[in-house]
C-alpha cells in the first residue's frame, strides 16, 4: 500500500518565468546543434512539451513558420491594452456629458 509522504510540492512555476535568452538558447540546442528535445529537456531541466512551444515560437521569429512573431504580439498585446484604456475614457466622457447636460437643464 503506498503511503503518504510529508515533502511539500513544489511551487508551481508561473508563465514566462524564463527569460528571452535563455529560451532562445534552449531552442538553439535543438535547432541549430541537432539535438534531440527529450535529451535537452532533461540536461536542462524544463518539461518537454514546455521546449515544443518554445521551438514553435522560435520558428515563427526566424521566419521558418507562420504565426504572430515575438515582438508583432507585443504589439498586439499594447495595442489592445491601448483599445481598452480608450474605451474606458470614452465611457467617462459619455458619463460625464450625461451628467453636465442633465445639470444645465435645471
Excluded: H
Excluded at 503506498?2 to 532562445?24: A, F, N, S
Excluded at 536542462?44 to 522560435?58: C, D, F, K, N, P
Amino acid at each position: 500500500m503506498p503511503t503518504v509522504t510529508q515533502d511539500k510540492p513544489e511551487p508551481v512555476r508561473r508563465r514566462g518565468q524564463y527569460p528571452k535568452e535563455y529560451r532562445r538558447d534552449v531552442c538553439a540546442l535543438v535547432l541549430d546543434q541537432k539535438r534531440s528535445v527529450a535529451n535537452v529537456a532533461k540536461e536542462v531541466g524544463v518539461a518537454e512539451q514546455t521546449i515544443y512551444l518554445w521551438l514553435r515560437q522560435e520558428r515563427i521569429d526566424r521566419g521558418e513558420q507562420q504565426g504572430l512573431s515575438t515582438s508583432e504580439r507585443e504589439e498586439l498585446s499594447a495595442l489592445r491594452k491601448e483599445n481598452r484604456r480608450l474605451k474606458e475614457e470614452r465611457d467617462l466622457l459619455k458619463k460625464w456629458t450625461t451628467f453636465w447636460i442633465r445639470e444645465s437643464d435645471r
